[in-house]
């Protein structure tokens, strides 16, 4: 029987799940939904993802792939998946594409966005999405570290320890940013956009963490850039918690923020 | 011992909620608030809203007061029970005021907003705060039809059927809208704001279910003239989902849309 690869894009609230990746016992977004495309398709499946997201970070834009035998239409996967899935993940496009497409491995690139709010108490319908701050935070010193961090960096200080397997060969903790941006969204209401060629475990919360030290006048712009050059995560900031973040798009045609994007 | 009165100033996520009232065996907001109150304060005490909320429907700016002889300062009124409360209810405000104020009887007007996306497939991180419409809406024609509503009416055809008690003397259905008006959140998101000097039990959503009527071309404007002028429930446009309504604010000091609010 032919197989058939199947590209989806999906969306999902991280609230309720305990990330991206499978794990006995867990309610994981990969797990759910290797259950259901099997279900729909008696035939069991790996999904493979972009990237993993950590537990409780949403996605807009999450892209994953599977082989299958199954000779459904796309729209089957996608509606035969929404129709089983849990109101926190939906399919948002389901596509037929070559072998030569890996969700991972094609990737060029990706942009995350941070949301924060500065409120005395959080309204309860914000709590989900975004990071209350209670102290007043300068945006325009964070604004200011953004340039210490466009471009190829070794990106060490942000990356959680312990977390990469250091004897596998590759790039290391170089990365390249190749577009980060503050925006007002609404009289009290932030939103920070990276975008990059890839990012390390917890990387965009230990920069949103750091920054926000620099926001709150705990460090200083040189601090800032002292800690990228350090290379070491412990001269950086607290891990900003995960319910602000939102995985936004996973880029395989075009390079995100080279035109301003 | 001295009785004082409180008035709260607080918000809300419906999501978990049956609604404001005080039910047997559900959790609502005034339940809730009620029994922290007792533990704080270590009084029986009955708190007074501004309205009831349906379950489901949010809350940015609710009001309630209650008596309490508890000498406890407004502080730790806002903090203490903000302590106990769960996540989705939150004091924004306490503050102690005169016996003259009642948070229902001295209010002059009350603003609500109805949120809307239009999508084939609404991102989970909207799911629980804006409605998703899947046909496109003509929001021009929609927009057409608000000056049919602004001023006093009797609005009948908007009253939830057998909600009112009609044995007990008052105004009936008569109510006056200050203002309404859409405005575009972002590419295809709206968000319709309501503010009047009360409204009838699901005035709101059913004003909402029958504009989106409109908007989809099932009705014409004309026809919303007459469903205005029928005074009759049965000819108005379906109540439109709890989850998309915000009780955004309570006045008590001036009449709300009076100028552009």
Not at 29 to 40: D, F
Not at 131 to 143: A, R, T
Not at 145 to 156: E, V
Not at 208 to 224: A, P
């Amino acid at each position: 029987m032919t197989r058939r690869r199947i590209k989806l894009t999906l969306a999902f609230d991280g609230t309720l799940y305990s990330g991206w990746q499978r794990q006995r016992d867990q309610l994981t977004i990969q797990g759910i939904l290797e259950e259901k495309i099997a279900v729909l398709t008696r035939e069991p499946t790996a999904l493979h993802g972009a990237g993993r997201t950590d537990a409780g970070v949403h996605a807009l834009g999450m892209v994953a792939h599977f082989d299958i035998a199954s000779a459904l239409p796309c729209r089957a996967f996608k509606y035969g998946l929404n129709s089983m899935l849990p109101g926190g993940i939906r399919i948002l496009q389901a596509e037929e594409v070559d072998f030569a497409f890996h969700a991972r491995r094609s990737a060029l690139g990706k942009c995350y966005f941070y949301q924060f709010c500065q409120a005395e108490i959080a309204l309860p319908t914000d709590r989900l999405y975004w990071l209350k701050i209670k102290e007043s935070v300068d945006f325009g010193l964070m604004e200011k570290c953004l340039p210490l961090i466009i471009g190829i960096h070794d990106f060490s200080s942000f990356e959680a320890s312990g977390s990469r397997d250091k004897s596998r060969p590759g790039r290391g903790a170089v990365r390249q940013i190749y577009s980060a941006r503050f925006e007002m969204k609404s009289v009290n209401k932030w939103r920070f956009t990276i975008c990059g060629d890839g990012f390390l475990r917890h990387m965009v919360r230990n920069i949103v963490g750091t920054l926000l030290e620099v926001g709150q006048c705990r460090l200083t712009i040189d601090d800032f850039r002292d800690i990228v050059a350090a290379k070491n995560r412990a001269a950086a900031g607290p891990t900003a918690p995960a319910h602000g973040l939102f995985l936004e798009e996973i880029f395989y045609n075009s390079i995100p923020g080279k035109n301003g994007i």
